[in-house]
């Protein structure tokens, strides 16, 4: 067997490609196939080599063999064929993956796509017209992936269960921690998305290309309500456009071979986590100590490939990044996990971010790599060699990192070792009460207020530490409640205490 270090083994992406349509019709299937095409069309002769085509999830009907499809529409029949389960990690784990599988051999060249159709799937149930669900007499495409929920018993029980519904409890817990109230919380996420917006205002594959300033974003107003305290409709992903992308990744012997290794983005390394699977269980909901485990790994995998007498390589060698920016708190939160400031002069995004950008479902990280890797193909500034890309999965939850270089790893690529500090997280996870059978005052953790398109309450779900240590997600006792928690300060409200009880969980506010 080749040694690990066998340069024909180093992995490499070799070509991207990305699609977007605003008015014809379409399916997911015509988008990656489009970006496919792309991706393909710089690689010619390395269509017919393509072992594997790996899609990823598809939100909207794709049928139950998309890769299948792919494939087929593509030339490459013979391709071995596969679909990812939910997570927006899924595309960085996907290529992490296929590294791996290239360092060792046993893989040379596969075609990673994705994509959501969901502006044309809304379009044709206004028109009354029938769905594509693509070609349901085909057997499934085999499934990869971590397959376990986003939420347990405890969220679903009180209907916690949308981001758009969970990623504002964490950012209460941040606002709580910088010391700020709502409005200045509203503030600070304009004044750290504003920058995402020049970048989308310059991207043609992004749904929103305008510039916005930090007020317009942080500013409620009838064009921009607030959706979930604190954020406005501009501070949350956008899950409504017709978007797809893919890669080719191969190894650099694969590329020689095909006459294109001057394209190569180098794969250095690799690394993922998770974090306490569920919200209510975590004992921090305003950090992610995988981020942290998977930024460390990254960068020790990273050492390992520079080879022997090498300096080490960390975040400050990185000159692109496209940081996982489905919600503020996700961002704010990979800032601190990876030692990045939130006005880095770096940037924290190549893509515009998913507010901005467009958010395709679980896709979107296939953009992030797309944009980084092409940057860096095109020389993207003086003195940068390195890009690091993110993927999310679910809340906070699943986490993939990639570190990509325009030279060669001379140690080989390297996936990181996160089991340490997995077992660590896993074993932090608090017990969670799913019933309170006698009211008892609880801390509150976290917070949130839910507001429907006229800005009126309709929910205020919270997290709050019984006495005994255990947490519970709870939702108001009556409208009341809910009301008395729309005129509430929620960052202040955070460390005060409530009265918990019932199955489901249900509180209400201390006399006062």
Same mark, same amino acid.
């Given at each position: 067997m080749a040694p690990r270090t066998d340069?024909?083994? +180093?992995?490499?992406?070799?070509?991207?490609?990305?699609?977007?349509?605003?008015?014809? /019709?379409?399916t997911p299937l015509d988008l990656m196939t489009r970006a496919s095409e792309a991706a393909l069309a710089g690689v010619p002769r390395l269509r017919d080599r393509v072992e594997r085509v790996s899609v990823v999830n598809v939100l909207t009907r794709s049928g139950p063999a998309p890769a299948s499809e792919l494939a087929d529409r593509l030339g490459i029949p013979g391709a071995t064929c596969e679909v990812t389960t939910i997570g927006g990690n899924s595309p960085q784990w996907l290529v992490n993956r296929a590294a791996a599988a290239i360092a060792d051999g046993s893989l040379s060249v596969t075609l990673i796509a994705g994509a959501e159709g969901i502006r044309s799937y809304r379009a044709r149930h206004r028109a009354g017209l029938p769905r594509d669900d693509g070609d349901t007499s085909r057997p499934p495409d085999p499934s990869v992936g971590d397959d376990l929920p986003g939420v347990g018993p405890a969220e679903s029980a009180i209907g916690l269960v949308l981001p758009v519904q969970i990623y504002p409890l964490f950012e209460n817990v941040l606002a709580a921690r910088a010391g700020r109230d709502t409005g200045g919380q509203r503030r600070a996420i304009g004044t750290l998305l504003a920058p995402f917006t020049r970048v989308a205002a310059a991207n043609p594959y992004a749904w929103f290309p305008t510039e916005l300033t930090a007020a317009e974003i942080a500013t409620p107003s009838p064009a921009n309500r607030v959706v979930c305290e604190p954020y406005t409709k501009r501070m949350t992903a956008?899950?409504?456009?017709?978007?797809? %992308?893919?890669?080719?990744?191969?190894?650099?012997?694969? @590329?020689?071979?095909?006459?294109?290794?001057?394209?190569?983005?180098?794969?250095?390394?690799? @690394?993922? @986590?998770?974090?306490v699977r569920y919200p209510t269980a975590r004992p921090d909901l305003g950090a992610s100590p995988a981020i942290a485990a998977v930024g460390t790994a990254l960068f020790d995998a990273a050492h390992l490939a520079a080879g022997?007498?090498?300096?080490?390589?960390?975040?400050?060698? $990185?000159? $692109?990044?496209?940081?996982?920016?489905?919600?503020?708190?996700?961002?704010?939160?990979a800032c601190d996990a990876l030692g990045l400031a939130p006005d880095d002069r770096r940037g924290l995004t190549t893509t515009g971010g998913l507010p901005y950008f467009g958010g395709p479902g679980n896709n979107y990280t296939t953009h992030g790599i797309a944009s980084v890797t092409d940057r860096l193909r095109g020389g993207a500034g003086t003195g940068t060699r390195f890009g690091l890309a993110t993927g999310l999965g679910w809340f906070v939850t699943k986490h993939a990192a990639g570190l990509y270089a325009t030279h060669p790893p001379p140690g080989g690529f390297h996936l990181g070792d996160t089991s340490r500090e997995q077992r660590r997280i896993e074993s932090s996870?608090?017990?969670?009460?799913?019933?309170?059978?006698?009211?008892?005052?609880? +801390? $509150?953790?976290?917070? +949130?207020?839910?507001?429907?398109?006229?800005?009126?309450?309709?929910?205020?779900? /919270?997290?709050?530490?019984?006495?005994?240590?255990?947490?519970? %997600?709870?939702?108001?006792?009556?409208?009341? $409640?809910?009301?008395?928690?729309?005129?509430?300060?929620?960052?202040?409200?955070?460390?005060?205490?409530?009265?918990?009880?019932?199955?489901p969980p249900r509180y209400r506010l201390p006399d006062r």
């Open positions: 340069p024909d083994r +180093t992995p490499v992406v070799i070509a991207s490609g990305q699609s977007i349509e605003r008015d014809a /019709l379409v956008f899950l409504g456009s017709d978007q797809g %992308a893919a890669l080719v990744v191969c190894s650099l012997g694969a @590329a020689r071979r095909a006459g294109v290794a001057d394209r190569a983005v180098f794969v250095w390394s690799g @690394a993922e @986590a998770t974090d022997n007498g090498a300096p080490a390589v960390g975040i400050d060698d $990185v000159g $692109v990044v496209d940081l996982y920016s489905c919600f503020p708190s996700a961002i704010e939160i996870a608090l017990a969670v009460a799913l019933e309170v059978p006698e009211e008892t005052v609880a +801390t $509150v953790v976290t917070a +949130t207020v839910l507001r429907d398109g006229g800005g009126d309450p309709t929910g205020a779900p /919270l997290i709050a530490r019984l006495p005994d240590g255990r947490q519970v %997600a709870a939702g108001p006792a009556d409208g009341s $409640v809910t009301a008395e928690m729309a005129r509430t300060d929620l960052p202040d409200l955070i460390g005060r205490t409530v009265v918990v009880g019932g199955a």
